[in-house]
């Protein structure tokens, strides 16, 4: 087997029993890194999220109401490396708690530090870290995305570190874009933020935020919303600090609805997406207004700070 550079680490934890998937297996002829690589990137396009290598190509998953077959049969006709043969198979995905081992292991404390040196020590209450940090985070991850141990998280946290002199200036209201297990909101409520409010379109996810904002004592400041994008028409005024950790084709997609809610000077951070996806993003986010502040990377996942 080949290892390809587009392997989604985080399969397990975004696939849950409240929602639907297939599970779409691709056989290249001949295989290749860069064939399966390629593969990947235009199957997004017909809604897959996520990916595994095989030992004959790769495996996507993809959400039943989101799968676009006429895109990516498109795509398959049209792909560019001569000679080279695709087929795949479409099944359900096994309908089962993709967590449950994971949440019975818990993680190992993560330590995240801003670039004034601040720590932030992320935690599962379980395995408790050996000091003492500034900023302490108990995340009780229950089928939701983002304990801190993956890049994207890990980045934002750090960005949200840096930005604590901001955040306790002034009154600022955080919107938190596919919230997960909340870590984000908490982080920024902990780091001084008035108030914040997350969306996700998983119901487990929306009461995790919740259930894990109880246990950070930040749930009087904290909303947590069920729906997409859509739910943010439904809320009142707009927001100093803009985040979302999501795929890049729904950043694409919902990037102008972020944009309607926030104001001169507000900050969108955005991960979630490797780091040749980073132009199109910027370019997408000038065409809305903003500008770029800054562009981080850890191993090929990408992190922009953008200002409207």
């Known amino acids: 087997m080949i290892g390809f550079s587009l392997f989604f680490v985080f399969l397990p934890q975004k696939l849950t029993k409240y929602m639907k998937y297939f599970e779409v297996e691709f056989t290249i002829s001949p295989l290749s890194a860069d064939a399966a690589d390629l593969l990947a990137a235009v199957a997004g396009e017909a809604g897959f999220e996520t ?131 909340g870590i984000l909101s908490i982080a920024a409520l902990k780091l001084g933020a008035t108030e914040a409010i997350g969306y996700d379109i998983d119901e487990w996810s929306v009461d995790n935020a919740r259930h894990n904002a109880v246990i950070n004592r930040v749930d009087d400041r904290f909303t947590s919303l069920l729906g997409d994008a859509s739910v943010i028409d439904t809320i009142n005024g707009q927001f100093d600090l803009v985040l979302a950790n999501i795929n890049r084709n729904i950043l694409l997609a919902d990037m102008p609805r972020f944009v309607s809610k926030m104001h001169q000077g507000s900050l969108l951070i955005l991960s979630g997406f490797y780091t040749a996806d980073c132009p199109l993003l910027v370019q997408k986010g000038q065409s809305l207004g903003l500008s770029l502040v800054s562009q981080n990377q850890d191993q090929d996942w990408a992190c922009l700070v953008l200002k409207y």
């Open 51 to 181: 990916f595994e290598e095989t030992a004959t190509g790769i495996k996507g998953y993809v959400q039943q109401s989101l799968f676009d077959e006429e895109a990516l049969r498109s795509c398959i006709q049209d792909f560019p490396f001569e000679g080279t043969s695709i087929i795949y198979n479409v099944r359900e995905a096994e309908n089962r708690d993709w967590n449950e081992q994971w949440e019975a292991e818990g993680f190992e404390p993560i330590q995240v530090m801003g670039d004034d040196g601040k720590v932030m020590v992320i935690h599962d209450g379980r395995h408790l870290p050996e000091v003492n940090s500034e900023i302490s985070i108990e995340i009780d991850a229950h089928l939701a995305f983002g304990t801190g141990t993956h890049e994207t998280t890990r980045m934002i946290c750090a960005e949200l570190i840096s930005l604590s002199h901001p955040l306790t200036s002034s009154p600022s209201r955080v919107l938190d874009c596919g919230t997960g297990t």
